[in-house]
């Protein structure tokens, strides 16, 4: 196979080649052309010798192109001879077996040769990107000075006749971040914060059409849409129809991108997009991401795949940020690193600043910022840091105001290449009280209705959403909504690891809390077994009504609950470790329950797959058909084997392949007796090897024995094994070696061969042909490894 790559990469460079060449003599042939038409049988004065030079120039063409394939000629030529010497001599390349010319496929099985497999053979290794993220971690010195008021930046200064010809847009987007779980749980947020944003709301924008407003997190909405009557429903349609309510990413929640599966994040954006198709009959258009602790590709890409243009970010490392802004660079299409074309770009908008909190949207000066986050106005139960308050806006102080915040957008606007400006106003579970609806909303139009009142200002003000800063970046920098240019740098690489401030690095949270990471990877897999064996299920429920009793509708809503707690967990306090610890048992809660009935989903389901007579078919929840073979007993604990009875009457052992390919992997269960034997789905006996299960750290239980065997499952494949006690074994017993401190002398076991090891300084070895492990005499820790082959794993 890998000869044969080679040679499909060589001839396609070849053709590449050939079609070029010839490309190019026509293209240079047709340049010179005369305008006007020759007339018939004659020629223009000077044309025979500018003929004369055309065919001269297309004679050194064809000889430089027959320079180029015989060029190429020699070094198949070479590359085949070298072929035919590994071939003499096996061990010197590693070819398969047979002759040079069964390696070339024959004229009648020769595939097309696609433009994009010439473009990547001929740009194997290059990327289209310019600012490559790895480059740049190299280039910065990650030191930390003082920036002046803009304490991580630098100062910012500008010529106020810059938007004389062009004036600046600016766009006010006021939002509410709100997590499900952090510092109270989903619920008590809910019940406390959350529902009262959203009425407020539906009363709040439709006092003003020029109101806008914007939310992330379909977990809360779809809460709040169930508590809600018709009269609500058809206001928030309205909105969304008029442009004043934008859903932004439109996940179940805004997930962490650093320890989360991919497909988890598939899988709570795929919820969140169709309760919105469902609902609300929108599909959001803008990704937003102001709160995930570091930004991954991977979910650039899979937005984009989503069928979205435009994106933002915001937790980047302070020193990346500020060089950004130095370039220019805060905008950029985000590339994949293995895109050689465009396919694959995204345009992604960068906030500048510290936080997402209004005294770091505005501009660079946090104090200034702060006193136009009118929540703050004094008497509330906020106030800004800095001791300087804000003043509500009268007609008094309207116009030095206002040109105390247009100058922190101009600044602002320094940062960026185009004369639109975004700036957010929200914060973590604002806009919950009227009052702040009021406070905001009330002195920002003031500010937007006077300045947009001075055409000497050159500013336009207003607010608006995501959606609407996006498309008059566009309009400003001539992109279309899916094309790209040169404007805009072209990005590829990550955003990990995440500093917010100095030297404190966000990296812990990628290993925290690991019982729960794994909790989250094993309902991850039950999900996918359990809607996978639902679907064949229902199919075959479906042809018979001596099946009807298969609990289709309740299946589908444990399935439905169970991908919605896997989606709530996604989100950036949860799989991060970072809420709570009461709140982390909320979690946890809920995804030991989905567990519990995702085994219920695959049981019932495997019961109807399994039978051969489906007129047998039975449901009863009381005596269950099939059981797990492991149980789990709360959330924080630990799950264990059941141990399988043996009889002569054989026990029967469903296994199932959740997977697309065919399976060969080692299975093991536990069960009350070592005389065992195994019978394949075909009625043939299986190798197994009996282990011991330890009470302790040197003794044996002889209540219970793992035996382990290879099954062989087609893909999405069900194999029944079969499971007897027999007077006599053939199962091969595993061996120990024990490493103690102190030789204990304990009696031989009955069964297993057991050796004491004096502890010592030396290493333990273990070695097969895959690799080498190293493992401390003292401690018993790993220490070193070394793969065989590099290529596996």
Not at 32 to 57: A, M, V, Y
Not at 390 to 417: C, M, T
Not at 586 to 597: A, C, Q, V, W
Not at 645 to 661: A, C, D, S, W
């Amino acid at each position: 196979m890998k000869l044969s790559r080679q040679f499909t990469v060589l001839g396609s460079a070849v053709f590449c080649v050939v079609i070029f060449s010839l490309y190019l003599m026509l293209d240079r042939g047709h340049f010179d052309h005369p305008k006007s038409p020759r007339r018939e049988g004659t020629f223009p004065k000077g044309q025979l010798s500018i003929l004369q030079e055309k065919i001269d120039h297309l004679e050194r063409l064809l000889a430089e192109n027959n320079e180029i394939i015989s060029n190429i000629r020699d070094s198949v030529i070479n590359l085949s001879e070298s072929v035919k010497d590994g071939q003499k001599n096996p061990e010197a390349i590693n070819f398969s077996q047979g002759s040079v010319s069964e390696l070339f496929p024959s004229a009648s099985v020769l595939l097309a040769v696609d433009s994009e497999d010439c473009l990547f053979s001929s740009k194997s290794g290059s990327h289209g990107s310019g600012v490559q993220m790895l480059d740049i971690y190299d280039i910065l010195p990650f030191d930390n000075p003082d920036g002046g008021v803009w304490k991580q930046g630098f100062d910012i200064t500008y010529n106020e006749n810059e938007w004389d010809s062009e004036p600046l847009q600016v766009f006010v987007v006021p939002h509410s971040h709100n997590d499900p779980g952090w510092l109270k749980t989903f619920d008590d947020y809910f019940r406390d914060q959350t529902q009262h944003i959203l009425n407020n709301m539906i009363i709040k924008l439709q006092e003003d059409n020029r109101r806008k407003f914007m939310w992330s997190e379909v977990s809360y909405f779809s809460k709040w849409w169930e508590g809600i009557d018709s009269q609500k429903r058809d206001a928030v349609k309205r909105l969304l129809k008029d442009g004043q309510f934008e859903i932004v990413t439109g996940g179940w929640v805004m997930p962490d991108e650093a320890s989360p599966h991919y497909f988890a994040l598939i899988d709570q954006l795929i919820e969140g997009h169709q309760w919105l198709e469902k609902n609300l009959e929108v599909k959001p258009k803008s990704g937003w991401a102001i709160d995930p602790f570091g930004h991954s590709p991977t979910m650039a890409y899979l937005l984009k795949r989503t069928g979205f243009s435009n994106m933002l970010i915001q937790r980047v490392h302070y020193s990346v940020k500020k060089y950004f802004a130095t370039q220019k660079t805060l905008e950029f299409f985000w590339r994949q690193n293995w895109d050689l074309g465009s396919s694959t770009d995204i345009l992604c908008h960068m906030m500048p600043f510290y936080s997402y909190d209004v005294p770091h949207t505005c501009g660079p000066d946090p104090k200034i910022c702060c006193q136009f986050d009118f929540k703050r106005l004094p008497g509330g139960r906020v106030s800004c840091p800095w001791r300087v308050p804000p003043e509500a806006i009268h007609a008094g102080n309207v116009q030095h105001r206002a040109w105390i915040i247009l100058d922190q957008y101009r600044k602002k606007s320094k940062l960026f290449r185009t004369k639109v400006l975004l700036a957010p106003l929200g914060d973590d579970f604002r806009y919950s009280e009227s009052s702040e609806w009021d406070q905001q909303y009330q002195n920002y139009q003031k500010l937007f209705d006077y300045m947009n009142s001075h055409p000497e200002w050159h500013v336009k003000a207003q607010f608006g959403t995501l959606s609407d800063y996006f498309e008059a970046l566009r309009k400003e920098s001539n992109l279309g909504e899916k094309s790209s240019n040169s404007f805009f740098p072209v990005l590829s690489g990550d955003f990990f690891t995440y500093a917010d401030r100095d030297h404190h690095y966000w990296s812990g949270y990628f290993t925290s809390r690991p019982f729960y990471k794994r909790l989250d990877r094993v309902l991850e897999s039950y999900l996918r077994a359990a809607e996978i064996l639902y679907s064949l299920a229902l199919v075959q429920s479906s042809k018979s009504e001596k099946m009807s009793g298969f609990p289709s509708v309740d299946n589908y809503k444990l399935l439905t609950e169970a991908r919605r707690n896997l989606g709530l967990f996604q989100h950036h306090d949860a799989i991060t470790g970072t809420a709570k610890d009461w709140v982390v048992v909320d979690y946890g809660t809920r995804l030991f329950h989905s567990i519990m009935n995702l085994k219920k989903v695959i049981t019932d389901s495997a019961h109807i797959l399994i039978l051969k007579d489906k007129s047998a078919y039975n449901y009863d929840t009381s005596t269950p058909f099939l059981k797990m073979d492991d149980v789990q007993s709360a959330q924080d604990s630990l799950p264990h084997k059941t141990v399988i009875k043996l009889t002569p009457q054989p026990r029967y052992l469903l296994i199932y392949n959740p997977v697309e390919q065919e399976r060969f992997s080692v299975v093991s269960v536990n069960v009350n007796s070592p005389r065992v034997k195994i019978l394949s789905p075909l009625g043939k006996p299986v190798t197994v090897q009996i282990s011991a299960v330890w009470d302790g750290a040197t003794t044996v239980s002889h209540e219970a024995y793992q035996i382990s065997f290879v099954a062989h499952l087609p893909p999405l494949g069900l194999g029944v094994y079969q499971l007897l006690e027999i007077q006599s074994s053939e199962a091969v017993l595993a061996d120990y070696n024990i490493y103690l401190r102190n030789s204990r002398q304990e009696k031989p076991d009955r069964l297993f061969k057991i050796k004491e090891m004096q502890n010592s300084v030396d290493n333990i070895i273990l070695e097969n042909t895959y690799m080498k492990l190293w493992f401390s005499g003292m401690s018993g820790l790993l220490e070193n490894f070394i793969l065989h082959n590099p290529k596996f794993g």
